[in-house]
């Protein structure tokens, strides 16, 4: 679980994402404005794919706030999700898996 201007999303995290992707309902939500991006091509182990590049001013992960950061506009596979939480977010962070708990564990640097 993320927030981003205090609204909540649900973010995969995905450690082969260089940034994080956000739908553009979601980030919609959240008040972002998606007119004020940038025009960007994005590559995958799907293919490549136009999409929109736009600042958010802070967002809130694991009880710690990172920002401003760049995010990538781009629709996920999911309707369950809001989006992908990328390398961008997860390098401020000490990021530990426990495959037998099946839980992953945040916490800021």
Known sequence: QARLN???????????ADRTVI???AL???????DAGT?????????????T?????LLEVAGARVGPLSVIVHAVPSDALDGLLGRD???????????????VTLLPR
């Open 6 to 16: 205090g609204v909540a999303l649900s973010l995969l995290l995905d450690t082969g």
């Open 23 to 25: 739908a553009p309902a």
């Open 28 to 34: 919609a939500r959240a008040g972002i404005n998606l």
């Open 39 to 51: 025009p960007i091509r994005i590559s995958g182990v799907t293919g490549s794919a136009a999409a």
């Open 53 to 57: 590049l736009v600042a958010v001013p």
């Open 89 to 103: 977010v997860l390098d401020a962070f000490t990021v530990t898996f426990d495959a037998a708990a099946g839980r």
